[in-house]
């Protein structure tokens, strides 16, 4: 039952070349000169077996770049579309390596379910060539080098990406993140530092990267994600007893099946609870599969890039109504 409760598994390694200065130092001809030869590396023939795709983020308008955000392609900074940046990924966008963001190299890679071993495994290989040819900045006692110190070590940041509403609703995330802190493990918004946990998603990620190694943090981030999921389920289970609870996850159902306008706010919210529906059974028309792919095409920028056209918000709400309609209608 974990696919109830977990969405993706994730793992990102930073890297810098060792003869260049770090990406705030650096001129727009090393940041070119950089983008060119790992553009040269990994896509002109296949790449430890992937086929790579090569985007400037200079030549991508504003709404895809934010669309790029939204599917956890990029970074907000690296969105910025400066010269240089360059975005490497595969068709399915579950590998992407962002060049001239805060390092070098962000080398990602997103699976769905939980799949944090197969991740780190593929990243694990991607890097390993990488440095074949490129010879990453590495220092003995301090490990692999970075522009920002927190991530000296492994400079890995492992996440898994989890839906939470009954922990959420019971109050009881907050006590959860406290003692997370303790363990070397961080839990925020879907997004990140500082962002709110729409639709009940929450990340769980690795915070400590220097003095541990990069298997004994994926390790730790395994066990602890194993109890969570666990306490989510029972919880959910004593929630399902309530008629309130149930009535709730039925009307949220129907809301989105009629809706003709609906924020983004309050349709995430509605898709949690049809989710929880979903997985407790009490909702059999819908698939899991159909909810986590519209809390992606539903987001601003992804419905402007749906649409290819610049939208207003009354627009934006408008046409996710219709998109909801659509995927949710009876078969």
């Known amino acids: 039952m974990s696919d109830a409760v977990i969405i993706s598994s994730r793992v990102r390694l930073a890297r810098n070349l060792r003869d260049y200065p770090f990406p705030n130092r650096m001129s727009d001809a090393q940041r070119e000169e950089i983008a060119e030869k790992i553009k040269n590396l990994m896509c002109k023939e296949r790449f430890c077996g992937y086929k790579f795709l090569a985007v400037k983020m200079e030549d991508v308008n504003e709404f895809d770049r934010i669309s790029m955000v939204e599917r956890h392609l990029i970074s907000p900074d690296f969105a910025s579309g400066d010269k240089g940046k360059l975005l490497i990924t595969t068709e399915n966008e579950e590998i992407s390596i962002m060049i001239n963001e805060e390092d070098h190299l962000r080398i990602q890679v997103i699976l769905p379910n939980f799949e944090i071993e197969k991740a780190y495994e593929i990243a694990d290989m991607l890097d390993t060539e990488l440095n074949k040819n490129l010879s990453f900045a590495f220092d003995k006692r301090l490990g692999f080098l970075t522009q920002c110190p927190t991530n000296l070590g492994t400079a890995m940041r492992a996440s898994i990406m989890m839906h ?108 949690s609870n049809l989710r929880v529906g979903i997985c407790e059974g009490l909702i059999d028309s819908v698939t899991l599969e159909t909810v986590d792919s519209l809390m992606l095409k539903i987001q601003p920028a992804n419905l402007m890039r749906i649409k290819g056209s610049r939208l207003t918000p009354d627009e934006r709400d408008r046409v996710r109504a219709e998109i909801i309609r659509e995927e949710l209608k009876l078969r």
Do not use: W
């Open 164 to 271: 939470l509403p009954a922990l959420k609703e019971s109050r009881t995330v907050s006590r959860i993140a406290s003692n997370l802190s303790k363990l070397g493990l961080v839990i925020r918004g879907a997004y990140g530092e500082d962002t709110e946990a729409k639709g009940d998603m929450y990340q769980i990620s690795n915070q400590v990267s220097l003095g541990i190694s990069e298997k004994s943090a994926i390790e730790n981030l395994k066990s602890i994600t194993e109890q969570l999921v666990n306490s989510e389920l029972k919880t959910r289970e004593t929630m399902m007893q309530s008629f309130e609870y149930q009535d709730k996850i039925g009307r949220s159902y129907g809301i989105l099946i009629t809706a003709r306008l609906i924020s983004h706010k309050e349709a995430v919210k509605l898709l």
